[in-house]
């Protein structure tokens, strides 16, 4: 399985990216995925987790400006993040979770991790 993240970049505060992780090997028909951030000098965080279901999650500190969705066709799940701010400013990555029904926002299950993408919110 690999997952390959794109879509970060540079944006001032109150701006928007989309982020991107497609996945090769695997139909995620019955895993969740999952997008996680770390900043710098931090430990990495659990942002967001959509289901084969479609149920999601968000962290507290993105919920009502970050939206997670998937497509299976493509087998790709994206990160839309709106009204940006310098607190977000983090590399980004996906994960995808073996075999589970139901969003999480955990690291430890999650199985395979993409690469990574840089987001940079200026203020």
């Known amino acids: 399985v690999q997952l390959q993240a794109s879509g970060g970049g540079m944006v001032q505060a109150g701006g928007s990216l989309r982020l991107s992780c497609a996945a090769s090997?695997?139909?995620?028909?019955?895993?969740?995925m999952g997008w996680f951030r770390q900043a710098s000098g931090k430990g990495r965080e659990g942002v967001s987790s959509?289901?084969?279901?479609?149920?999601?999650i968000y962290a507290d500190s993105v919920k009502g400006r970050f939206t997670i969705s998937s497509d299976a066709s493509k087998n790709t799940v994206y990160l839309q993040m709106n009204s940006l701010k310098p607190e977000d400013t983090a590399v980004y990555y996906c994960?995808?979770?073996?075999?589970?029904?139901?969003?999480?926002?955990?690291?430890?299950?999650?199985?395979?991790w993409g690469q990574g993408t840089e987001v940079t919110v200026s203020s």
């Open positions: 959509i289901s084969a279901e479609d149920s999601t």
């Open positions: 994960g995808l979770s073996l075999s589970n029904w139901y969003p999480r926002l955990e690291e430890c299950e999650y199985d395979y």
């Open positions: 090997g695997r139909t995620f028909s019955s895993d969740a």
